[in-house]
């Protein structure tokens, strides 16, 4: 069997195990389908990190380890946890100092509609520059997929070598 190593299932199994791709598609099937089940708390552990390597380029072409990925994901939290409480008790100090601790429903929510509108806006723009500097595939002629030909060796009785491309 061939398969590319920029598959979706390649680039789904690096994310959540390492970036060596096992050579037997009955481990990798396998792998493959707790890796789906695993993916959105895996991402949500790692988005720290990814949204931060959005902004930092390095030159070498070493990569971290997963398990780099979800430390330094868990230590952003943990930063991002810090900084709000920070911020919030700040906020509260400020207010009790000055005896205005009034709170005025419109300006909350303005506020917040600000900060969303915000968020929004500079989310929009990263992803037009990432999209506009995208270079463009050629299309390709379907390959098999994975589950086909997992259900073929299975049917089969055998387990077929990865032969990975580039």
Known sequence: ???SKSSIHARLYKFTYEYCLPESLCPYFWK??????LFIPNFIIQLPFIVAS???KRDDDSQFDVGEHRLFGFAG???IFVAYIYIVSLFHLVKATLGCYS???RIANAGLFLVLLTIAVC?????YYRRKNKPKKERKEPKPSIVAEFIKAKYNRYCPHIEWMD
């Open 103 to 105: 709170y005025d429903h």
């Open 32 to 37: 493959l389908v707790i890796a789906v089940i």
């Open 54 to 56: 959005f902004f930092i």
């Open 1 to 3: 069997m061939k398969a």
């Open 123 to 127: 989310l929009c723009i990263v992803l």
């Open 77 to 79: 939290w943990v930063l």
